[in-house]
T-cell receptor, first 114, second 113 residues
């Protein structure tokens, strides 16, 4: 049973560029959430996708956008990259209709903006 | 708004010693509480969770946590620490309705011989 998988594992981009990160949820899960974890900090919620729509959003600018596909996989897009966007980006999956489902996390994508 | 406080940024314990990591939360109703562990360069692994019922919950790797409503706390404990327990530990809270997790800033655990 595959867990949450993310790609790529590492990425280096230049300020102003755009980046796309990918996530496949744990088998059977239908909800995907994205978190940003800056160095030395706890993860911060970016947004959550269910039924191919953004359902909830944290305090992140519109430069951060996403998408969910019919197979429940998801992408996180960040435009006009800033140095402060350097972080570990974590994807997590769960069941939408099971209120007590804990999140299952992937190993993350380490994004470095130079 | 919900918040989580982990007062200890870094803790060092000797192998075989007991461990307690502190977590306090701010939330009006009974929250759903979680502890996750993160090894360097890795994602988050769920150690244990509390939703309702018995306030002492058992998790994986010999960890346990106790929910104390009167103190708004959910401290993580382990009676005997192993060197492999060295990692970053995060406490997290959310309410019902599949709402987002709110994390603390984490406590880094170092284990010495």
């Amino acid at each position: 049973d595959a867990g949450v998988t993310q790609s790529p594992t590492h990425l280096i981009k230049t300020r102003g560029q755009q980046v796309t990160l990918r996530c496949s949820p744990k088998s059977g899960h239908d909800t995907v959430s994205w978190y940003q974890q800056a160095l030395g900090q706890g993860p911060q919620f970016i947004f959550q996708y269910y039924e191919e729509e953004e359902r909830q959003r944290g305090n992140f600018p519109d430069r951060f956008s996403g998408h969910q596909f019919p197979n429940y996989s998801s992408e996180l897009n960040v435009n006009a990259l800033l140095l402060g966007d350097s972080a570990l980006y974590l994807c997590a999956s769960s069941f939408k209709d099971r209120d007590i489902t804990p999140l299952h996390f992937g190993n993350g994508t380490r994004l470095t903006v130079t | 708004a919900q918040s989580v406080t982990q007062p200890d940024i870094h803790i060092t314990v000797s192998e075989g010693a007991s461990l307690e990591l502190r977590c306090n939360y701010s939330y009006g109703a009974t929250p759903y509480l979680f502890w996750y562990v993160q090894s360097p360069g890795q994602g988050l692994q769920l150690l244990l969770k509390y939703f309702s019922g018995d306030t002492l919950v058992q998790g994986i790797k010999g960890f346990e946590a106790e929910f104390k409503r009167s103190q708004s706390s959910f401290n993580l404990r382990k009676p005997s620490v192993h060197w492999s327990d060295a990692a970053e530990y995060f406490c997290a809270v959310r309410n019902s309705g599949n709402t987002p997790l709110v994390f603390g800033k984490g406590t880094r655990l170092s284990v010495i011989a």
